[in-house]
Structure formats: structure tokens, C-alpha cells
């Protein structure tokens, strides 16, 4: 079976320029593991998943070795949250991307997920983004349509 045939169509998408307010917003209201970052419509040019969020929202372990103020007041963070909150989706996000094309297999997509470590993949058809399939979706494809 073909990707194109198991993909989830309707991409939520936000701009490089979405403060990453939204983007927590959007990804809390609509139970996503991550947003697709796009230009003009649908050119993809990055993702923001969780882990961006929490390295954006988190410091470092050498920023709390060198700054005394994260062992003696950790509300501190929550002043660096108010400040990260603003920042555009385009500061944060990871911009080298593993895609797929609508003609590939659905199992060749579940191939690539497992070896990236990664649970979605966007599915790009001549530079646009189209839909999006993630390891939900190949696992229905085995149980019900024996891809």
C-alpha cells in the first residue's frame, strides 16, 4: 500500500514567524506531537516537536551549572518561559527533515520511521507539503489493510 493511500491529509501548519506561544497552544488543544512549519502555503521548512519546546524552555545543564540563580530560586525558569514564549517557531525549530513522498510504500515510510526515531513523517510531493502519516497510521495499514 502506498503512502498516499494511509496519510493523514489535513496538516495543521504554523509560519516560521508563529510565536512559540501558539504553537504550544495549538499543539496542547490538538493533541499533537508536533507542528509542521511551512511558507508560502505549503513549502516545508521545518518541525517543532515537544523536544524543541523543552530544550527552548529548559536551560541547559551548563547554564544551571554556571548560573547560581537555577539552584537558589527555580521560579526563574518560569521568567525564561515568559521570554521563550515570544520567540518566532523559526529560532527553534528543526529544519533537517526526513520526508517521503506519496509513491513510496507505507512500509518503507514505517522503515524509516523506526531507524530516524521518529513517529510521523511529512509526505512532500514535488517540494509541497501534502499530508503527513505516522506509525499509527502504518500499523492500521498492517492490522486492516495488510499492506
Known sequence: MKVSE???RHVLTVS???PLRRVQSLMLRYHLNDLLVVEDGDKLVGIITYKDLFRAFFPTYKEVMENEIYWTNPEAIEGRLR????IPAKKIMT???FIVSPGSHAI???GLM???QVKQLPVVDNGRLVG???RR?????LMMKSC
Not at 83 to 86: C, E, F, G, T
Not at 137 to 141: K, M, R, T
Open 132 to 134: 503527513i502519516i505516522s
Open 83 to 86: 521570554d521563550v514564549l515570544n
Open 6 to 8: 494511509v496519510m493523514t
Open 16 to 18: 516560521p514567524d508563529t
Open 108 to 110: 518503507l515510510a514505517g
Open 95 to 97: 529544519t533537517e527533515l
Open 114 to 116: 523506526n531507524a530516524r
Open 137 to 141: 497510521d502504518i500499523i492500521w495499514c
